[in-house]
């Protein structure tokens, strides 16, 4: 059975930093890509930053340069590193793996995490 549990949430001034932990089980990391997502008030949710299976990462442009998406398979767990917090980086964030080698695109997730709260104020 997949279980994500995102952790690591809370509130930050702009300019800060904040790491996320995603615990997983009944995830293999050489075949499940990985990935983090979130969602603001009354806006869509989008893609922040993919790692597929062979290494690869993947980051949405807004991200780029200050977010880092990692993982320790000793501890089964997925984080990712945010600094130069901005107010438009305040959503709520999600874990998700696909049963798929690549998260490239964003696309097909299998299982989610129930997010955690992250707001950044200026």
Same mark, same amino acid.
């Given at each position: %059975?997949v279980q994500l549990v995102e952790s690591g949430g809370g509130s930050v001034q702009?300019?800060?930093?904040?790491? &996320?932990?995603?615990?997983? /089980?009944? $995830?293999?990391?050489?075949?499940?890509?990985?990935?983090?997502?979130? %969602?603001? !008030?009354?806006?869509?949710r989008e893609g922040v930053a993919a790692l597929d299976s062979?290494?690869?990462?993947?980051?949405?442009? /807004?991200? *780029?340069?200050?977010?880092?998406?990692? %993982?320790?398979?000793? *501890?089964?767990?997925?984080?990712? %590193?945010?600094? @130069?917090?901005? !107010?438009? +980086?305040?959503?709520?964030?999600?874990?998700?793996?696909?049963?798929?080698?690549?998260?490239?695109?964003?696309?097909?997730? +299998?299982?989610?995490?129930?997010?955690? &709260?992250?707001? $950044? @104020?200026?």
């Open positions: %059975q702009a300019g800060g930093s904040l790491t &996320l932990s995603c615990a997983t /089980s009944g $995830i293999t990391y050489s075949t499940n890509c990985m990935a983090w997502f979130r %969602q603001a !008030p009354g806006k869509e062979d290494g690869m990462i993947t980051y949405a442009d /807004s991200v *780029k340069g200050r977010f880092t998406i990692s %993982q320790d398979n000793a *501890k089964n767990t997925l984080y990712l %590193q945010m600094n @130069s917090l901005k !107010p438009d +980086d305040t959503a709520t964030y999600y874990c998700a793996a696909a049963n798929a080698v690549y998260c490239s695109d964003f696309y097909g997730m +299998d299982w989610w995490g129930k997010g955690t &709260l992250v707001t $950044i @104020s200026s």
